[in-house]
């Protein structure tokens, strides 16, 4: 029987996890945890249906990771669209690069908006005797001062001002980029590389259809996806600051920049789209993950760790957080063992990074790539060779894999095969430059995203050598 939240502050013992946010990470964890007896406090500041712009396409791996934790069903009833690859267009040319295969079947991924999928995870938490829903603003953490122990939150409930307590074992902290609480669990900064802007397209033909498209335009990429039977989702990428949003120039702008490059059955839904001048606007946000060890509480998703979000990684980490976490938490029998709890807290944190660490280099180093032209060309050459030369690429973007030396050998193969392109058919000194800039360019771009992953000492030692070669 679910609890009265109006008890919640005298009957704390009932409450081994108390978890902050119900979006992707907190309503599955929510979900996981209750389906196993767990007694679960879920609480969110707003329970009503959210209007994010990203977060709507689930890439193969997270879609494994909710099949994993018997959770997949969340995805059913939403109208959300299989999604069998990825389409990449460069100046007019078409590429498709399905997802890999698993057991001779082919993987998919799945395009659903952002608030459809939040409600029915919710949903799937509420359902369950276990959970305790509640509506309201968490203020702080409540701590046991003599044991420097986080023993729960303090909260005020959206339907009225008085304070209320949910004492709980374990808090467990996911309420997003805009986090309240994770400036006492972790030493990160954020940085907001940019901005995406959406806008929501209707009965739009895509190139290819139920696939995920980038545009590789002439600054930056912008990408495009089905999120609905009839809709399609179109995500402009703006660097630096996100210009203003009203007015006839912006609007041409529009038109002029993006309309001019996408396939002209595109053109009216979009086109139709700008008129309608709904946009809505999304910082790119970058955050490493550098947890700090406070007993009784633990970071998990966006609030500990984010990358750009052009690879839509971001929901398969959450979802590989949610099942690291709630498996070594479904190992403790008991919760009042505070030492138990503390190491399974240390060692999620140890694994998530290892498992991680590839979809959060790989978002800012493709983003990395795209904006720089050369790099660009060489990309979208190397993987139209096909075979292994785009097999591994899209298993690593996809989820799938996440070995991290697979990643480093495509990106640095992209670099040589560019360098390699740029002095043919005859070397000359202005061809040997500009294949120097390619491998400087590939460089600068790895180099700090790799040593943002505690990478091993002989990758330190190689990323040393490289940047006295490529100063």
């Known amino acids: 029987m679910q609890k009265d939240a109006e008890n919640l502050a005298a009957d704390y013992s009932t409450y081994d996890i108390c978890i902050v946010g119900a979006g992707v990470a907190g309503a599955s964890l929510a979900a996981y945890l209750g389906n196993h007896g767990i007694q679960v406090a879920l609480i969110e500041r707003d329970l009503s249906e959210p209007k994010k712009i990203i977060g709507e396409l689930l890439q193969p791996g997270g879609v494994l990771e909710l099949e994993e934790m018997g959770l997949v069903s969340v995805l059913e009833g939403i109208d959300a669209q299989p999604i069998y690859g990825y389409a990449l ?17 082919s993987l998919l991924g799945r395009g659903f908006r952002y608030g459809r999928f939040i409600q029915s995870l919710r949903k799937a938490a509420a359902g369950n005797p276990t959970v305790t829903m509640i509506e309201g603003r968490v203020k702080e953490f409540v701590e046991d001062v003599r044991e420097k122990r986080v023993t729960g939150v303090r909260y005020v409930p959206k339907e009225g001002n008085q304070e209320r307590v949910v004492r709980a074992f374990l808090t467990v902290v996911c309420d997003g980029c805009v986090s309240s609480l994770r400036n006492r669990l972790c030493n990160s900064e954020k940085k907001i590389s940019g901005y995406f802007l959406g806008l929501l397209l209707e009965d739009c033909p895509l190139p290819y259809p139920n696939h995920g498209h980038v545009f590789l335009g002439n600054d930056s990429p912008f990408l495009s996806y089905p999120v609905s039977s009839r809709h399609t989702r179109i995500l402009i990428d703006f660097p630096g600051r996100m210009p203003k949003l009203k007015g006839d120039a912006f ?29 809505q606007a999304m910082p790119n946000t970058i955050m490493h993950a550098k947890p700090a060890t406070v007993p009784g509480a633990v970071l998990l998703g966006d609030s500990l760790n984010m990358r750009h979000p052009l690879t839509g990684g971001g929901m398969t980490v959450a979802l590989t957080d949610v099942r690291a976490l709630g498996n070594l938490l ?9 030492a138990k709890v503390a190491q399974a807290i240390h060692s999620y944190y140890g694994y998530r990074h290892k498992v991680n660490a590839t979809i959060n280099i790989l978002a800012s180093a493709l983003y990395g790539v795209f904006t720089q032209p050369d790099l660009n060309e060489a990309c979208f050459a190397y993987l139209s060779r096909g075979g292994k030369y785009a097999a591994g690429p ?78």
């Open 89 to 105: 267009i460069n100046k007019g040319v078409q590429l498709r690069i399905p997802y890999p295969e698993k057991a001779g079947k």
């Open 394 to 471: 899209i298993a690593l973007l996809s989820g799938i894999s996440r070995d991290i030396r697979l990643l480093i050998r495509h990106f640095s193969a992209v670099a040589w095969y560019g360098a390699i392109r740029a002095i043919k058919p005859l070397p000359t000194p202005a061809k040997l430059s500009r294949a120097y800039c390619i491998l400087k360019q590939a460089i600068h771009i790895i180099d700090p995203l790799l040593l943002a992953e505690y990478p091993t000492i002989g990758t330190r030692m190689a990323l040393r050598l490289a940047r006295i070669v490529f100063p």
């Open 251 to 279: 609007r041409e702008y529009l038109l002029d920049h993006v309309g001019r490059q996408l396939p002209e059955k595109m053109l009216p839904s979009f086109a139709a789209a700008v008129e309608k001048q709904n946009y």
């Open 330 to 338: 479904l190992e403790i029998e008991d919760f009042s063992q505070q």
